[in-house]
C-alpha cells in the first residue's frame, strides 16, 4: 500500500482563521479523498480531490467552506476556512490507486477550533 | 440517512475469546464491504475487505461473513489479543465512496 503523509499532524487555530491541510503520496494514485471524523464518531466524505478539475463534493459541503486542490498524482490540499468551534475534527486525506477498490487512509491532521 | 449500521457500538472480549461485530446495509447497490481498525490518534487502516459475490473471506485471524439476501455482514475476530483492543469501522461502496458504520470499540482483556 501507499504510505501517505499529512500536514500538519495537528493545529490549535483561532476562530475565524483559515487552516490549509496537505496530503502527499510516495507514489502515483488515481484518486484521493479528504474525510471529517470527529471526536469518538465515525468517518464522513467531505469531497473527492480530482486531478484537474474541480472537487466533487457531498452533500452538506461546499466549496467555499472546503476548498481543495489536486494539481498532480501525489498531493493534495484541503483548507477548512472561516473556522468555528464546530470545525474542531480530525481530517483525514486517503487514496486509492484505481486497480482495485482498496482505499488507504493518512494519519490524519487533529484541528483544534478556539 | 445512516446507510450501515453497525453494532455493538462497544464490545469486550477475554483474550483467546472471539469477537464479533455485525453491521446491515441498505442500500443494494454497494458492492464493495471492507474493515478498517482504527488506533487512537492514527487512521484507520484497512483491515480485510469482501464482495458480494462470495460468503466468507478470511485471513489470518480475521473472517468476514456476508449475508447477501439479509443485507448483513460481519467480522469475527479469532484468539483476539490484546493488541486487537482499537475502533473497529466497517464500510460500504458502489464504485469509490465508502460509507462508514458508526464504530465498535473493542477491548480485549488480558
Known amino acids: 500500500s501507499a504510505v501517505i503523509s499529512q500536514k500538519p499532524s495537528r493545529d490549535i487555530c483561532q476562530r475565524g482563521t483559515s487552516l490549509t491541510i496537505q496530503c502527499q503520496v510516495d507514489?502515483?494514485?488515481?484518486?484521493m479523498f479528504w474525510y471529517r471524523q470527529q471526536p469518538g464518531q465515525s468517518l464522513t466524505l467531505i469531497a473527492t480531490?480530482?486531478?484537474?478539475?474541480?472537487?466533487?463534493?457531498e452533500s452538506g459541503f461546499v466549496i467555499d467552506k472546503f476548498p481543495i486542490s489536486r494539481p498532480n498524482l501525489t498531493f493534495s490540499t484541503l483548507t477548512v476556512s472561516n473556522m468555528s468551534p464546530e470545525d474542531s475534527s480530525i481530517y483525514l486525506c486517503?487514496?486509492?490507486?484505481?486497480?482495485?477498490?482498496?482505499?488507504?487512509f493518512g494519519p490524519g491532521t487533529r484541528l483544534t477550533v478556539t | 440517512q445512516q446507510q450501515v449500521k453497525q453494532s455493538p457500538q462497544s464490545l469486550i472480549v477475554q483474550k483467546g475469546g472471539i469477537s464479533i461485530i455485525n453491521c446491515a446495509y441498505e442500500?443494494?447497490?454497494?458492492?464493495?464491504f471492507p474493515w478498517y481498525q482504527q488506533f487512537p490518534g492514527k487512521g484507520p487502516a484497512l483491515l480485510i475487505a469482501?464482495?458480494?459475490?462470495?460468503s466468507e473471506k478470511k485471513e489470518g485471524r480475521f473472517t468476514i461473513s456476508f449475508n447477501k439476501s439479509a443485507k448483513q455482514f460481519s467480522l469475527h475476530i479469532m484468539d483476539s489479543q490484546p493488541g486487537d483492543s482499537a475502533t473497529y469501522f466497517c464500510?460500504?461502496?458502489?464504485?469509490?465512496?465508502?460509507?462508514f458504520g458508526e464504530g465498535t470499540q473493542l477491548t480485549v482483556n488480558p
Open positions: 486517503s487514496v486509492s490507486s484505481g486497480r482495485g477498490r482498496e482505499q488507504y
Open positions: 507514489s502515483q494514485v488515481t484518486m
Open positions: 480531490a480530482n486531478q484537474g478539475s474541480e472537487a466533487t463534493y
Open positions: 442500500n443494494t447497490a454497494f458492492d464493495y
Open positions: 469482501i464482495r458480494p459475490d462470495v
Open positions: 464500510a460500504a461502496s458502489k464504485g469509490s465512496r465508502l460509507t
